[in-house]
């Protein structure tokens, strides 16, 4: 393994030019030091996985070290740890020899002596957290000259030098067994010197490699390279490290653990928007679609596939994955990069002052031609995204804004291994509660009569979106609703020979779960959230039975989940309501936010049936869900591979259409119990109590003292465990304006009290005020707007692009919910901020222009600021609840009075009184 370093002195203009020198020096992996470059994360640049370490994305670019890694060996990585921005920690395991390999940039020799004590505490307190048996590589910039005397850490061939950073790093080789491997290999000095002062002209040994003095892993050589040039003046060192063979076995995960995934085949989808090609397309399926009389649903589905992946092979073509966002060169600079490197091999072999020079100029030359480079590909890009923004083609810009801010938000490392996954997903996703251990069966299964309908095909499929994961299967959605006829009856045919015979095709059983990082240990399988993708067909399917199912069915007004008509923010509005008037009747408030255990995985099966049965649903609906929930399987997705199959028995299906339906009945059926023996509890409203407002499994409790809260408490979990569901009591939190703010007690367990929560996506603070809720939505935007800088700031780019862009991302984070905001002067300020905020920087103008506002409002155009379309959205709520049912709780609430006299003094701004 040849493992490298490279001071490159800023990588944001060199990264094309940087990546195709270590590529014809062939590293396996290369540390580079003094990238420059901001945040921690990780991308895929040619055939390099690159993992970086920076400053915080807030300050100013300096220091930075990252890691170059060859593909072939990303499968060894185990761990990343970033320490910081001078030092990176990978940890692998390569033909089972654990190595732990640091990148390291340490502090100048003339640093302050409080920042060189942070570094190597730093890196003395990273070196004494790698387990013993590993093998240590510390490797980078260190800034320090060794000398050649301390012949217990350095060897007999290093420079005579030494200064404060050298013997600081012997001393720290000292105390952890470390060794300087540069100096113990005979070189020419050519070889020797990694770096040579361009002013002074003096030769130093400043980038190292360190190991352990006692090592298995045998170090060939270290040495210099001077023919790859950046425009730096630090050479690259390379070390060639040998791993003996280890005659143990090789690997204790089994290997039907891992397949390859088949099929993966993207077809241009886009081109059946042109008539010509959409109807061409329907020529071709409808030829090879034959007769199905004859067939189950297992054959007519195979057939279907095969018809419309051969009529996609013929019409549309492959699309070839598609690379991140990438700057090209041109050949003239890229032939003006060569004549540079050759004048810069001639300068270094002969040292002359007029090659130096010539080298110089030539470096300009290059720089700035990098530069025009560079704003002629975003002149392109701006372009691309001027001509079809805010036009028919609005998808397409919105890919390629997604795709030049697009920061790898998903991993390229696989650190968990399969057999891992395996264990985790089949604890959560098969049931282990013996008590709800029992297999689904269909009762009084008969041959119905067929109900599915062409208009019931059409809708499913207008309701199906795009440009979503078509696995498994790998049919994609765009490839049925550019249908014509053919296919609808073709799917009609399909869906009710299913209706008639209850068998279900093979693959609508198989789903595929792809996990996402939330935050914390990488290593932990607790810190992702599975997502699950079921086949499109079976999307389609389930939908149909869905619309047939909830006919007739009515759930309480506390529910606002997976409801037509309803939103989020019926519940924000009910709760901001009662907040505002019990604070101005000084009546104290009791809120218990609810977070039910994994609620969506955890729903028993064998309850399902039971409860949709007592709402009378047709018993031929219900035996056909039951059939659905057979034999369920899934398999784990890791980048483009998947495992074996798992059984799935528990929770419910993720991606199917019917499961928030069902979701909905489930939780009625839980709660019904509980809202008849909490009936005279909760917040009076009129004649009526409201307990709790519920929005799928979002719940928040409320109660008119603390008694009531407990005792509602009790019964509801008491309820829920009844169902088989578990509140997480962890991160259920209490909440109370103006009463008593202690924790509260349920048996032997304690729920915290906090000062505000974030119920759903909006801040609610103990003081029942909506500036905290301000301040979030405004800093949300404020970082949407610094990540668009360089497209917002680029000249190219019309005025009127700009503010549709701003209309379309940065306006709709700031005014989620805002139609509860009552507005006075200063808040009014702090939102037109913001905006200003982005139209000064579309206008390319500063605060060192000194130009007033009324000035820069009038150069952008605008004709209706931010707060009046936040008006407008106050006053359009209004009349969405004033038109609502009387018996909807967000028409009761706007117009419900306290019984109990208004406190003293000056009345607050209400919302009522706003709109």
Request: hydrophobic fraction near 35%; aromatic fraction near 8%.
């Given at each position: 393994m040849k493992i490298g370093t490279w001071n490159i002195q800023g990588l944001r203009t060199k990264q094309r030019e940087v990546i195709s020198k270590i590529e014809k020096m062939n590293l396996d992996i290369i540390i580079l030091t003094e990238t420059k470059k901001k945040g921690t994360w990780e991308e895929i640049l040619n055939e390099y996985l690159h993992i970086w370490s920076g400053v915080p994305k807030d300050f100013r670019a300096r220091s930075g070290v990252s890691f170059l890694i060859k593909r072939k060996w990303t499968k060894f990585i185990k761990q990343i740890e970033n320490i910081n921005e001078r030092i990176l920690r990978i940890d692998m395991n390569v033909f089972r020899h654990k190595i732990t390999i640091l990148g390291v940039y340490a502090v100048n020799?003339?640093?302050?002596?409080?920042?060189?004590?942070?570094?190597?505490?730093?890196?003395?307190?990273?070196?004494?957290?790698?387990?013993?048996?590993?093998?240590?590589?510390?490797?980078?910039?260190?800034?320090?000259?060794?000398?050649?005397?301390?012949?217990?850490?350095?060897?007999?061939?290093?420079?005579?030098?030494?200064?404060?950073?050298?013997?600081?790093?012997?001393?720290?080789?000292?105390?952890?067994?470390?060794?300087?491997?540069?100096?113990?290999?005979?070189?020419?000095?050519?070889?020797?010197?990694?770096?040579?002062?361009?002013?002074?002209?003096?030769?130093?040994?400043?980038?190292?490699?360190?190991?352990?003095?006692?090592?298995?892993?045998?170090?060939?050589?270290?040495?210099?390279?001077?023919?790859?040039?950046?425009?730096?003046?630090?050479h690259m060192v390379v070390s060639k490290h040998v791993f003996p063979f280890r005659n143990k076995r090789r690997c204790t995960e089994k290997d039907t653990?891992?397949?390859?995934?088949?099929?993966?085949?993207?077809?241009?989808?886009?081109?059946?928007?042109?008539?010509?090609?959409?109807?061409?397309?329907?020529?071709?399926?409808?030829?090879?679609?034959?007769?199905?009389?004859?067939?189950?649903?297992?054959?007519?589905?195979?057939?279907?596939?095969?018809?419309?992946?051969?009529?996609?092979?013929?019409?549309?073509?492959?699309?070839?994955?598609?690379?991140?966002?990438?700057?090209?060169?041109?050949?003239?600079?890229?032939?003006?990069?060569?004549?540079?490197?050759?004048?810069?091999?001639?300068?270094?072999?002969?040292?002359?002052?007029?090659?130096?020079?010539?080298?110089?100029?030539?470096?300009?030359?290059?720089?700035?031609?990098?530069?025009?480079?560079?704003?002629?590909?975003?002149?392109?890009?701006?372009?691309?995204?001027?001509?079809?923004?805010?036009?028919?083609?609005?998808?397409?810009?919105?890919?390629?804004?997604?795709?030049?801010?697009?920061n790898c938000n998903r991993s390229k490392i696989q650190i968990i291994t399969p057999t891992k996954w395996i264990d985790y997903y089949e604890t959560i996703l098969q049931e282990n509660r013996v008590e709800y251990q029992q297999d689904l069966e269909c009762t009084h299964w008969q041959e119905w009569e067929p109900e599915i309908s062409r208009l019931d095909v059409k809708r499913a499929l207008a309701r199906a979106k795009n440009n979503k994961a078509p696995e498994p299967g790998n049919l994609r959605m765009e490839l049925l609703k550019y249908r014509g006829s053919s296919i609808i009856e073709y799917l009609q045919n399909l869906f009710n020979r299913i209706e008639v015979s209850g068998v279900i095709p093979q693959e609508w059983n198989m789903s595929y779960i792809s996990s996402i990082h939330k935050k914390g240990d990488k290593t932990s399988c607790e810190n992702y959230r599975g997502i699950s993708v079921i086949p499109s067909i079976a999307r389609l399917f389930p939908s149909i039975l869905k619309e047939k199912i909830q006919k007739g069915i009515t759930f309480s007004e506390e529910q606002s989940g997976f409801r037509s008509g309803r939103s989020?923010?019926?519940?924000?509005?009910?709760?901001?309501?009662?907040?505002?008037?019990?604070?101005?009747?000084?009546?104290?408030?009791?809120?218990?936010?609810?977070?039910?255990?994994?609620?969506?995985?955890?729903?028993?099966?064998?309850?399902?049936?039971?409860?949709?049965?007592?709402?009378?649903?047709?018993?031929?609906?219900?035996?056909?869900?039951?059939?659905?929930?057979?034999?369920?399987?899934?398999?784990?997705?890791?980048?483009?591979?998947?495992?074996?199959?798992?059984?799935?028995?528990?929770?419910?299906?993720?991606?199917?259409?019917?499961?928030?339906?069902l979701f909905n009945i489930y939780m009625e059926q839980a709660l019904e119990t509980w809202y008849k023996k909490c009936s005279q509890m909760g917040v009076p409203i009129n004649d009526k109590c409201l307990h709790a407002l519920v929005f799928a499994d979002d719940q928040v409790i409320m109660a008119a003292d603390r008694e009531d809260m407990e005792y509602m408490l009790r019964k509801l979990k008491e309820e829920y465990e009844k169902w088989g569901l578990k509140i997480n009591l962890k991160k259920t939190e209490y909440l109370?304006?103006?009463?008593?703010?202690?924790?509260?007690?349920?048996?032997?367990?304690?729920?915290?009290?906090?000062?505000?929560?974030?119920?759903?996506?909006?801040?609610?603070?103990?003081?029942?005020?909506?500036?905290?809720?301000?301040?979030?939505?405004?800093?949300?935007?404020?970082?949407?707007?610094?990540?668009?800088?360089?497209?917002?700031?680029?000249?190219?780019?019309r005025q009127d692009t700009k503010r549709h862009i701003f209309h379309s991302i940065v306006k709709i984070i700031i005014l989620y919910g805002a139609e509860m905001w009552p507005l006075t002067k200063r808040r009014r300020d702090r939102i037109r901020s913001v905006e200003l905020d982005f139209m000064r920087r579309s206008l390319q103008i500063t605060r060192l222009d000194k130009i007033r506002n009324e000035v820069v409002w009038e150069r952008a155009g605008i004709q209706t600021t931010i707060t009046r379309r936040l008006e407008n959205k106050a006053l359009q709520w209004y009349g969405h609840v004033q038109r609502m049912r009387n018996e909807r709780w967000p028409k009761q609430i706007v117009n419900w009075i306290p019984e109990r006299s208004r406190r003293r003094g000056r009345p607050g701004l209400t919302w009522k009184t706003y709109t």
């Open positions: 020799d003339n640093a302050l002596v409080d920042e060189k004590n942070k570094f190597f505490q730093d890196l003395s307190e990273t070196i004494a957290s790698i387990p013993y048996q590993n093998e240590i590589i510390l490797i980078g910039d260190f800034n320090s000259r060794v000398g050649n005397r301390e012949r217990e850490v350095v060897g007999q061939y290093g420079e005579e030098s030494i200064n404060d950073n050298g013997e600081r790093l012997i001393n720290l080789c000292k105390e952890h067994a470390l060794c300087v491997r540069n100096t113990l290999f005979r070189h020419k000095n050519i070889h020797k010197y990694t770096r040579i002062d361009p002013v002074r002209n003096i030769q130093s040994v400043i980038d190292l490699v360190v190991v352990k003095n006692e090592r298995r892993v045998k170090l060939n050589d270290v040495r210099v390279y001077r023919q790859p040039e950046c425009g730096t003046d630090h653990d891992f397949l390859i995934e088949e099929n993966d085949v993207n077809f241009k989808t886009d081109l059946l928007k042109q008539y010509s090609v959409e109807m061409l397309y329907q020529n071709r399926i409808k030829n090879k679609l034959e007769n199905s009389e004859d067939k189950s649903p297992e054959e007519m589905y195979n057939h279907l596939k095969e018809a419309v992946f051969e009529a996609a092979k013929e019409v549309l073509g492959v699309e070839h994955e598609k690379s991140k966002f990438v700057e090209k060169f041109s050949e003239n600079l890229e032939s003006m990069i060569k004549e540079k490197k050759k004048i810069y091999l001639a300068w270094i072999s002969n040292r002359n002052d007029d090659t130096r020079k010539e080298y110089g100029e030539k470096r300009k030359e290059v720089k700035e031609l990098v530069k025009i480079e560079k704003n002629e590909h975003w002149e392109r890009l701006c372009r691309d995204i001027d001509s079809t923004l805010g036009y028919n083609r609005s998808t397409e810009a919105w890919k390629t804004i997604k795709n030049m801010r697009k989020c923010l019926d519940n924000i509005h009910c709760l901001r309501q009662i907040i505002e008037k019990y604070g101005m009747h000084n009546i104290d408030t009791y809120m218990t936010f609810i977070d039910l255990e994994k609620a969506y995985d955890s729903v028993p099966r064998c309850k399902i049936w039971p409860a949709i049965k007592r709402l009378k649903v047709q018993e031929k609906w219900i035996n056909l869900v039951t059939k659905m929930y057979q034999n369920t399987e899934a398999c784990i997705k890791m980048g483009r591979k998947i495992t074996r199959s798992i059984r799935t028995n528990e929770g419910l299906k993720q991606g199917c259409s019917l499961s928030p339906l109370c304006i103006g009463g008593d703010a202690s924790n509260i007690n349920i048996a032997d367990d304690e729920i915290a009290n906090v000062s505000k929560f974030k119920y759903l996506g909006t801040v609610i603070t103990d003081d029942g005020k909506i500036d905290k809720d301000i301040t979030t939505r405004l800093a949300m935007g404020r970082n949407v707007i610094k990540a668009l800088h360089g497209l917002i700031w680029n000249s190219v780019l």
